[in-house]
Structures are given as C-alpha cells and as structure tokens.
T-cell receptor, first 118, second 112 residues
Framework: GAVVSQHPSWVICKSGTSVKIECRSL??????MFWYRQFPKQSLMLMAT?????????EQGVEKDKFLINHASLTLSTLTVTSAHPEDSSFYIC??????????????FGPGTRLTVL | KQEVTQIPAALSVPEGENLVLNCSFT??????LQWFRQDPGKGLTSLLL?????REQTSGRLNASLDKSSGRSTLYIAASQPGDSATYLC???????????FGGGTRLMVKP
C-alpha cells in the first residue's frame, strides 16, 4: 500500500509555544489530506480536511485559528498547533487519499505524532 | 449523520481461537468499508477494504464481510495469535463529503 509519513513522531513543548507537524505522501500524489485527533482509548476524531491549494475545511468545534493547516503541494500538508496548551496534548494522525474523485480511492494513514504540552 | 458502532469494545481470548468482531452503521448509503489495525501509540494499518458492491474480502487469516442493506460488517480472524493483539477499527466511507466515519474500536488481547 501507499506510504504516509509524519514528522515528528513525538514532540514535547512548553505551554504557549507553537508546534508544526508535517504529513507527507511518499509514493503517491494526494489531492486530499485529513487530520485526526485521538485521545487515549478513544477512536479517531476528524479535525479538518485539506485540499491541495485551497483552504482547509474544519469540523464543527475545531478552532481554525488554533489549528492551522496548510496543504501547499500534492505530497505535503502541515498542521500547526498555535499557542499550545496542556489540553492540546493528544495523538495527531494524518491521512491522505489518492488523487481523483473516485469513491473507490483508499485512504492511507500516517504513523501519528504524540504531542505533549507541559 | 452516520454512526458506526463496534461490539465488543474489548475482547480477550486464548491463542488459537477463531473470533469475530462486529461493526454496524446507521446509514447504508456507503461507498466502502475499511477495517484497520492500530497498535498502541501507532498509526493505522489498513487490513481490508470492501467496496459497497462486494460481499467480502479475504487476506490471509482475515475475512471481512459486508451486508450493506442491514448496515453490518464482521471481521473474522482465524487461529488467533498473540501478535494479533491490537485495536481493530471499522470505518465507513460515505456522505456528501465522501468522508470516513470511524467506530469506537475493539481492543483485542490474544493470550499465549
């Protein structure tokens, strides 16, 4: 299957700082990338959907000014958690879907990034 | 709004047993359904993808079935092994945004 990478795999930061997480599709072009958040022992919660070259679409309850998403190319999307606070500590997972409008396109997931805000 | 439910939430079995994980969804208008595996602190690994026109998919010891009209899917794991211990997530794709909706997962423990 296609490979999606995330960097960093884990990060610890002080409260009030900003953290950037990168998501890359390594061997395919992804017009659409997704960002999920997962709390311990819970399922994935979709935060936002980003299409290359356009603004991200955020799910209800997700602050777009706090979670900045940029999808500048067909292989790279970034999530920046601005002015992070301890409640932002979570496991963030990105996903990429292969190009094209087909409903048969599979979605591939990155290994996740563990964010801990002190 | 699509809702996906997985039963049981947790399961512990001795090695060698055959087992079935269940997934149900409320809106049968789906494009496809995926089963994923997630190890602790890791991302998701896609196990099987079933298109809405298909009834089942098989990969090694795994078999997934889909009954779209009744809103159900099952993941059958044959001859379970300790290495199968993980959380198994079911997700359906559908809706206006062609989005994936996840179930809560089943945490499986296979004891040697």
């Amino acid at each position: 299957g296609a490979v999606v990478s995330q960097h960093p795999s884990w990060v610890i930061c002080k409260s009030g700082t900003s953290v950037k997480i990168e998501c890359r599709s390594l061997d395919f072009q992804a017009t659409t990338m997704f960002w999920y958040r997962q709390f311990p022992k819970q399922s994935l919660m979709l935060m936002a959907t980003s299409n290359e070259g356009s603004k991200a679409t955020y799910e209800q309850g997700v602050e777009k000014d706090k979670f900045l998403i940029n999808h500048a190319s067909l292989t790279l999307s970034t999530l920046t958690v601005t002015s992070a606070h301890p409640e932002d500590s979570s496991f963030y997972i990105c996903s990429a879907r292969t190009s094209g409008a087909s409903s048969y396109n599979e979605q591939f997931f990155g290994p996740g990034t563990r964010l801990t805000v002190l | 709004k699509q809702e996906v439910t997985q039963i049981p939430a947790a399961l512990s079995v001795p090695e060698g047993e055959n087992l079935v994980l269940n997934c149900s969804f409320t809106d049968s208008a789906i494009y496809n359904l995926q089963w994923f595996r997630q190890d602790p602190g890791k991302g998701l690994t896609s196990l099987l993808l079933i298109q809405s026109s298909q009834r089942e998919q098989t990969s090694g010891r795994l078999n997934a079935s889909l009954d779209k009209s009744s809103g159900r899917s099952t993941l059958y794991i044959a001859a379970s092994q300790p290495g199968d211990s993980a959380t198994y997530l079911c997700a359906v794709r559908g809706g206006a945004g062609n989005m994936l909706t996840f179930g809560g997962g089943t945490r499986l423990m296979v004891k040697p």
